[in-house]
């Protein structure tokens, strides 16, 4: 079992610099992705930013260049830097992290952390 918790959320004004934390603990050995994900009210959740086991990354396309995801192996934490934010970057933004077992991938989720951009 792996528990993840966010950090690092808040009110900031557009223009600004952000950085969201997710600590894993528990059982978490085999970890294989871990992306951060945000929803907003009325829509569905989607991808903000995911590394893969081997420091490949993969962006939503309205946060290429301004966002970027990176992990710490050995303290098991996923690290979203945002810069420049923008008020459309608004939202809850999880943690998802996925842990190889045998032939599958079982995923794992934080409770989110608020971001709110505004002047």
């Known amino acids: 079992q792996v528990h993840l918790v966010e950090s690092g959320g808040g009110l900031v004004q557009p223009g600004e610099s952000l950085r969201l934390s997710c600590a894993a603990s528990?059982?978490?050995?085999?970890?294989?992705?871990m992306g951060w994900y945000r929803q907003v009210p009325g829509k569905q959740r989607e991808l903000v930013a995911r590394?893969?086991?081997?420091?490949?990354?993969k962006y939503a396309d309205s946060v290429k260049g301004r966002f970027a995801i990176s992990r710490d192996s050995a303290k098991n934490t996923a690290y979203l830097q945002m810069n420049d934010v923008k008020p459309e970057d608004t939202g809850v933004y999880y943690c998802?992290?996925?842990?190889?077992?045998?032939?599958?991938?079982?995923?794992?989720w934080g409770q989110g952390t608020q971001v709110t951009v505004s002047s």
């Open positions: 528990g059982s978490t050995f085999s970890l294989n992705h």
């Open positions: 590394i893969d086991s081997g420091g490949i990354t």
């Open positions: 998802n992290a996925g842990q190889s077992r045998w032939a599958t991938i079982i995923d794992y």
